[in-house]
């Protein structure tokens, strides 16, 4: 005799999908033994209600062959014994007539006979109804049943792959779907509640991860009906604890995810609120797997709307009251150590008002932690007193928190969220004189933290050059000074409008902290400065554009280019360009080389300044070789797109030029392009 299946039918689901688009999930059931058949049921209680009903089913089992009415007339009779049944109480023997009469089995060869995408759906609709009418029978039924929901299951949810399939249709198979399964559910409140639950769970989360985007929907969707109906069954009690741990992550993670999916005004961002609210308000049975959630809260918050953004960190807020330890050490070991959404996540749990005691007091525990310490391969020692740092500065602490060998180490560790407790602890320390001096021998293990090119991170760092550059004499201040200047240049180009002001004002500060010997040196990033510095004197805000005026002011001091300082003086940008492109055609092609990433600025403004200085670079360098102006040509075409038409325009006018000058590569015919060509291009950059 065949083996009976388990009562959670589980191998089904272990293929691939593709597999099971053209097979039943579930394998054969052994039926269940009863007493010899007799003739007729008139011994059942039912019978004297519905006699043709159920004579009908007696007939249609025992005759093999049978057409589409009698199926759907079989069905529809199914649904109107156990119906009448239900209603009046005269349920008893109604488990034996349906295991005699193979009820289950029948509905489900029913559902079996045609390929999952044949569109029989009025038979499958029947089929759906009979199999919720018929979970109102008692337990002698509960392994069939639940292998014949697999089929209901199987069947609908590979239906709605058919993207012919009518909306309406749609709409009410799902209705019936829900039907049957609350009504299995309805029939077993006791304690096998959930572990039906728990099988129908396991059959819809597989569905949840299908390749079609509406297959997945709708088998989130009843989930998240099926655990709202339970949710009022037993609203007495936090009922998350009778299901499986993995099942619920999944269903916070499906929740979460969906609701990216949805407006906020539809339907089913409603029933994702809904859950979610009964996952917050049970926290420790629904979001106690905290690396999982934290994974998922880190992937979703880098494109998600301001609305989504707040729902996920209310999650986070509630991760860090519950399991505070957890989240922590999950933070630190389980997410990207050099992502700056990361670095976001644990500023903003170290930050949460609500339990920041709790935290602050967690964090030292953690940081002592061995699981830590082995990630990061130091000892508890080197990572002891760090956690100091998000404490008041107070005299005590900071005399203990100012231990350069231990905070070097944490300076060196390939972590965004150590980094951040180091540099605040640097940051406290250099706001005092006596201690700043002693950080000295931290700012190149500082200076490498720019590489990271995070915001928060930069911040810190500048904070700390700014500071303890004023205690140190030149002698001291002019190694680092050098070092430092050159990996200021690209924060001049940064996102943030408030780094590239700092690090262009401290650029100033360490060209006068240069000793007289070293100054050769430090004039080649000078130099190299200039363009940035130019360009930036058109900049949208109005303090970098005065912070870039000024600073290259000071750089042609430096340079004791006179003419130029001048021109630098007056601010004046057409004659400072000019001044620039008339030097050695060395330094000119350099110039052309910084100002083609201007090109794709996200201001317009400096866009079309990189457009007219590169128009005036070749006109005035005289640049005749093919292979550059290809190069330039290419460059500029880029912004004949842009949302700007008349830098389009400019960028067109650019591009004819460059060309004509390739076209033309004889002098006479290069002076007959400048005659006709070159002077209005000159016009526009306002050199004649």
């Given at each position: 005799m065949e083996q009976r299946p388990p009562s959670r039918p589980r191998v089904a689901w272990e293929e691939d999908e593709s597999s099971q688009e053209s097979s039943s999930l579930v394998e054969p059931i052994e039926v269940c033994e009863v007493e010899p058949l007799q003739p007729d049921a008139i011994w059942l209680p039912v019978y004297e209600e519905e006699e043709e009903a159920v004579d009908f089913i007696e007939a249609y089992v025992r005759n093999?062959?049978?057409?589409?009415?009698?199926?759907?007339?079989?069905?529809?009779?199914?649904?109107?014994?156990?119906?009448?049944?239900?209603?009046?109480?005269?349920?008893?023997?109604?488990?034996?007539?349906?295991?005699?009469?193979?009820?289950?089995?029948n509905i489900q060869a029913l559902l079996e006979e045609k390929p999952v995408d044949y569109l029989c759906t009025d038979v499958w609709q029947e089929a759906l109804l009979a199999t919720a009418a018929l979970s109102n029978v008692e337990t002698a039924l509960e392994g069939e049943m639940l292998s014949l929901v697999a089929a209901c299951i199987s069947r609908v949810f590979f239906l709605l792959r058919n993207e012919d399939l009518d909306t309406q249709i749609t709409v009410m198979i799902l209705e019936n779907l829900d039907i049957m399964l609350k009504s299995l559910l309805i029939s077993s409140l006791g304690s096998s509640v959930w572990e039906k639950f728990q099988s129908i769970l396991e059959m819809l989360l597989y569905f949840t991860t299908s390749s079609s985007i509406v297959v997945q929907a709708n088998a989130t969707e009843r989930i998240w009906k099926l655990v709202g109906f339970l949710h009022s069954c037993f609203c007495e009690e936090p009922f998350g604890k009778y299901i499986q741990p993995s099942q619920r992550t999944a269903i916070v993670l499906r929740t979460l995810e969906m609701m990216r999916n949805y407006s906020m005004y539809d339907d089913e961002y409603g029933y994702a609120e809904f859950i979610l609210d009964i996952a917050i308000q049970d926290p420790a049975s629904w979001l106690m797997d905290v690396p999982n959630i934290l994974r998922f809260i880190h992937e979703s918050l880098s494109n998600c709307t301001t609305a989504e953004h707040l729902k996920l960190f209310s999650v986070l807020c509630i991760l860090a009251n519950e399991f505070p330890r957890e989240l922590l050490i999950s933070i630190l070991t389980d997410l990207p150590t050099l992502d700056s959404t990361t670095l976001d996540i644990w500023k903003a749990t170290l930050s949460l008002p609500m339990n920041?005691?709790?935290?602050?007091?967690?964090?030292?525990?953690?940081?002592?932690?061995?699981?830590?310490?082995?990630?990061?391969?130091?000892?508890?020692?080197?990572?002891?007193?760090?956690?100091?740092?998000?404490?008041?500065?107070?005299?005590?602490?900071?005399?203990?928190?100012?231990?350069?060998?231990?905070?070097?180490?944490?300076?060196?560790?390939?972590?965004?969220?150590?980094?951040?407790?180091?540099?605040?602890?640097?940051?406290?320390?250099?706001?005092?004189?006596?201690?700043?001096?002693?950080?000295?021998?931290?700012?190149?293990?500082?200076?490498?933290?720019?590489?990271?090119?995070?915001?928060?991170?930069?911040?810190?760092?500048?904070?700390?050059?700014?500071?303890?550059?004023?205690?140190?004499?030149?002698?001291?201040?002019?190694?680092?000074?050098?070092?430092?200047?050159?990996?200021?240049?690209?924060?001049?180009?940064?996102?943030?409008?408030e780094v590239q002001e700092r690090s262009i004002l401290l650029f100033k500060d360490l060209m006068e902290c240069v000793v007289w010997w070293k100054k050769g040196e430090m004039k080649k990033t000078v130099r190299r400065a200039l363009i940035p510095l130019l360009f930036r004197m058109s900049d949208e805000t109005e303090s970098v554009a005065k912070a870039s005026a000024v600073v290259l002011l000071a750089c042609t001091m430096f340079l004791k280019w006179k003419q130029l300082e001048h021109l630098a003086q007056n601010e004046d940008i057409t004659r400072i360009r000019e001044y620039l492109l008339k030097q050695k055609s060395r330094r000119v092609d350099e110039y052309l080389q910084q100002s083609l990433p201007y090109l794709e600025d996200a201001q317009a403004n400096l866009r079309q300044e990189a457009v007219k200085f590169i128009g005036l670079a070749v006109y005035h360098a005289g640049i005749q070789s093919e292979e550059k102006l290809n190069e330039l040509i290419q460059a500029l075409q880029l912004?004949?797109?842009?949302?700007?038409?008349?830098?389009?325009?400019?960028?067109?006018?650019?591009?004819?030029?460059?060309?004509?000058?390739?076209?033309?590569?004889?002098?006479?015919?290069?002076?007959?392009?400048?005659?006709?060509?070159?002077?209005?291009?000159?016009?526009?950059?306002?050199?004649?």
């Open positions: 093999l062959e049978r057409d589409e009415v009698q199926k759907m007339k079989f069905l529809s009779n199914v649904v109107t014994v156990c119906t009448t049944a239900q209603e009046k109480g005269l349920l008893e023997g109604l488990d034996i007539f349906c295991c005699r009469n193979k009820l289950a089995e920041s005691e709790e935290i602050l007091q967690e964090l030292q525990n953690v940081l002592r932690d061995k699981r830590v310490c082995s990630f990061f391969e130091v000892n508890t020692v080197d990572l002891s007193t760090v956690h100091l740092a998000m404490m008041r500065p107070k005299d005590q602490a900071l005399v203990e928190l100012c231990d350069p060998e231990r905070l070097q180490v944490c300076l060196r560790l390939q972590s965004l969220p150590m980094l951040s407790l180091a540099l605040r602890a640097l940051t406290m320390l250099s706001e005092r004189p006596k201690m700043g001096r002693k950080l000295l021998v931290l700012l190149p293990d500082v200076m490498n933290t720019l590489l990271y090119d995070n915001r928060h991170i930069t911040e810190k760092a500048l904070t700390v050059f700014e500071n303890v550059i004023g205690y140190l004499e030149k002698t001291e201040a002019s190694p680092i000074a050098l070092a430092l200047a050159e990996r200021l240049l690209p924060l001049f180009n940064n996102e943030s409008s912004v004949t797109k842009d949302v700007d038409s008349s830098l389009c325009v400019l960028a067109a006018q650019t591009i004819l030029c460059l060309r004509s000058r390739i076209k033309r590569p004889i002098p006479l015919w290069v002076q007959l392009a400048e005659l006709f060509c070159w002077p209005c291009i000159a016009r526009a950059y306002g050199s004649v």
